[in-house]
Nanobody, 125 residues
């Protein structure tokens, strides 16, 4: 399984970015997919996750109402649309996948087996 994240960059506060995560080597629709982020000196933080089999979608409290997770199963691709970006959203964003994670633990990074390399998002004030 390989995950390739892209789409990061530098944006001003209030702006938008869309991250992509292309997955290969797996049956995409069978996997829960998630985004996490990590800022310098901070722990990895849950951003958003989706599990098709249960129809579950969850967001971290700090991004609710601003970020939207989606996936295109035909393209084996997950997206994160980020709107109304804030300087505190600055971090490296990682995509993650797991076939066996339960819905109640979608926000637990240790439960994910596969990770992408990360893409840097920088929001200037």
């Amino acid at each position: 399984v390989q995950l390739q994240a892209s789409g990061g960059g530098l944006v001003q506060a209030g702006g938008s970015l869309r991250l992509s995560c292309v997955a290969s080597g797996l049956i995409f629709r069978r996997y829960a997919m998630a985004w996490f982020r990590q800022a310098p000196g901070k722990d990895r933080e849950f951003v958003a996750a989706n599990k098709l089999s249960s129809g579950s979608t969850y967001y971290g409290d700090s991004v609710k109402g601003r970020f939207t997770i989606s996936r295109d199963n035909a393209k084996n691709t997950m997206y994160l649309q980020m709107n109304s970006l804030k300087p505190e959203d600055t971090a490296v964003y990682y995509c993650a996948a797991d076939a066996n994670i339960i819905s109640g633990r979608l926000g637990v990074s240790d439960d994910y087996d596969y990770w992408g390399q990360g893409t840097q998002v920088t929001v200037s004030s």
